[in-house]
């Protein structure tokens, strides 16, 4: 039977690598979950581009 | 997210608050986080992905069922037959875990209402305990004015089938969505109270939380200790039975998932989900509260159900608002209880329901019967509780063994483990480090096996290596001794008539599994995470 003694120095880093690491894992996990897929960056084609001309020409029709 | 939240259910137990801060405590805490945190990644974290791997891998051939699944996997007239093991072992568990469960809320109840202050030795709690579960004599908790343990019993059997009735969805997973933060809410609670206890009584300075915490954590003899080979055993036994890994429950729910989910995280995220429970909420509180009321000798040597419903008890009667925090406790303990129970019962159900080709309401039914039979068995035949440690010993830890090892070689040596990656890794976004391709082939059925192999030798067949000779456990003694134990062979009995019924199931159903292995594939059911 161990006797009554404080936490050693042993003790601490028993204590604090062992929750760290669970604590760590389930958080990284929790919030990988949580958080879900990424969403893709959609891909740009010619139909997104609109260069300058294209807008002055469009706001000229409107004015 | 539902599957995840029901197969962590499944994991947290009762074992992460009281037996795994009773094991850690006892072998020196460094030591002893050193072989727990090894036998994680070579044991607990690979078997939890080869379940979730092999389960989804069925599922999508049409099997949720054990036995189906490892039709399915193994590829020979064998195989459904060694998957009946998956769909036995956590029916008969369920048996005699559903009357702990009943203690549990037995006891909240009773400090709730006030009824749970029996003075200040642990010998009052332990007569109580006694008296509660019968551990006296056979029969005692149906007879009248014995704490009504069979009141508490009818209650959480009901409970546990309206929700599996309910179904996944709607019941297990409905349920743990709720139980499983409340239980770590509470559990915060505790260990709140716990790590502001200090020195409660002056005239005691050494039963201090710091000492406790010492108690807990101090590291002892670190080198020594690890050439211990029951402390291996003792780690890697907690590991093992803690994340329910081998219990033929994983891989039940995982059937149920699509080609896009993610199981590589999913199975990552239930295991640290036990983890933080275990190592993070149950390391901290039972012990060190225990250590502050009544010191190392109230302490050392308590078994997980001397820990939890004497020992503990008499603590939570030190503290002010005995019967909020011991209430609040034995709750906790309760909601623990309750999400695994569940888990033990979808393997049974889902068995059913394939192969006797049976709805949901008949399988309820039929397993409502059986599970009751065998409760009932248990309850009764509590004297010294012969019955409930008998099927423990042999169901809940031998057959475990031999379940989650025929798992790990499904998984690395009939599936492969090149066709086992890309399984596991369809829909993940997370990758398995390689290097668990050389653990999950070779390392952990070795591991396994040397475990299995030091378990036999040293806690069923009690060799000494010192003096040399056996002398083989009680429950051995029990069985084929000079004087055995009528209780103990009628629960092996009992055993293999449920192994024998789920057997004829099985042959029944082979035909129906043939004609629907040359069949296209139905489409799985619908994901539910």
Redesign the interface.
């Known amino acids: 039977?161990?006797?009554?003694?404080?936490?050693?120095p042993?003790?601490?880093i028993?204590?604090i690598?062992?929750?760290g690491?669970?604590?760590g894992?389930?958080v990284?996990?929790?919030s990988?979950?949580?958080l879900g897929?990424k969403p893709v960056e959609p891909l740009h084609g010619v139909d997104n581009i609109e260069p300058p001309d294209i807008k002055e020409e469009a706001s000229e029709k409107q004015g | 997210m539902g599957v995840i939240l029901a197969v962590s259910g499944s994991a947290v137990g009762l074992g992460n608050f009281l037996r795994f801060p009773g094991l850690a405590a006892q072998y020196g805490s460094g030591a002893f986080m050193i072989a727990y945190f090894i036998s994680l990644i070579i044991i607990g974290i690979p078997i939890c992905w080869a379940e979730w791997t092999l389960g989804r891998y069925a599922g999508q051939q049409g099997f949720h069922s054990s036995p189906g699944i490892f039709h399915a996997i193994i590829r020979h007239p064998l195989g459904k037959y060694i998957g009946v093991l998956g769909a036995v072992i956590p029916v008969v568990i369920y048996m005699y875990y559903v009357y702990i469960e009943a203690w549990c809320l037995g006891y909240a109840w009773y400090y709730v209402s006030g009824q749970m202050n029996l003075g200040d030795s642990v010998q009052a709690y332990g007569d109580f305990w006694s008296r509660y579960v019968g551990a006296t004599e056979n029969g005692l908790a149906f007879g009248g004015g014995h704490n009504h343990v069979v009141i508490f019993l009818i209650i959480v059997f009901i409970l546990n089938f309206i929700i599996i009735y309910r179904g996944l969805v709607k019941g297990i997973e409905f349920f743990c969505k709720y139980a499983m933060p409340a239980l770590i809410l509470l559990a915060l609670v505790i260990l709140v109270r716990v790590l502001t206890l200090g020195t409660p009584d002056p005239t005691k300075p050494d039963q201090s939380l710091i000492n406790g915490l010492g108690y807990m954590w101090n590291p002892g003899d670190v080198g020594t200790q690890l050439r211990n080979p029951q402390l291996w055993l003792a780690a890697a036994g907690q590991i093992f039975f803690s994340l329910s890994v081998g219990f033929g429950v994983i891989v039940t729910y995982a059937s149920y998932l699509r080609e896009k989910d993610d199981i590589v995280l999913s199975g990552l995220t239930a295991s640290s989900a036990n983890e933080f429970c275990e190592v993070a909420l149950g390391g901290m509180i039972t012990v060190p509260a225990a250590f502050v009321f009544l010191g190392a000798a109230g302490v050392a040597g308590q078994g997980t159900f001397d820990l939890g419903f004497k020992v503990l008890p008499l603590v939570f009667s030190k503290l002010p608002l005995p019967w909020l925090f011991g209430g609040i406790f034995f709750f906790l303990l309760f909601l623990a209880a309750v999400t695994s129970s569940l888990s033990m019962l979808q393997p049974g159900i889902a068995f059913l329901e394939e192969a006797m080709h049976i709805g949901r309401k008949q399988s309820v039914a039929i397993l409502g019967l059986l599970t009751a039979l065998g409760c009932l068995f248990v309850v009764y035949f509590s004297r010294g509780l012969k019955a409930l440690d008998t099927i423990d010993f042999w169901v809940g830890t031998f057959l475990i063994y031999v379940m989650a090892t025929i798992i790990i070689i499904s998984f690395g040596w009939v599936l492969g483990i090149r066709r086992g990656w890309e399984e596991a890794h369809k829909g993940a976004e997370m990758r398995i480090p390689n290097v668990f391709k050389f653990i999950i082939k070779y390392l952990s059925p070795l591991y396994l096996l040397g475990i299995f192999v030091c378990w036999l030798l040293f806690n069923v067949l009690g060799w000494d290596p010192q003096k040399g000779g056996l002398h083989p456990d009680a429950r051995v003694l029990d069985l084929v001794g000079a004087d055995p134990n009528p209780v103990a062979r009628w629960s092996i009995l009992w055993v293999v008539v449920v192994v024998a019924f789920f057997v004829l199931i099985t042959a029944s159903a082979a035909r129906r599994w043939r004609t629907r292995d040359h069949a296209p594939a139905p489409a799985s059911k619908p994901s539910t995470s």
């Open positions: 039977m161990q006797e009554a003694q404080g936490l050693t042993g003790g601490w028993t204590m690598l062992s929750v690491f669970v604590v894992l389930f990284t996990c929790i990988k979950v949580i897929h």
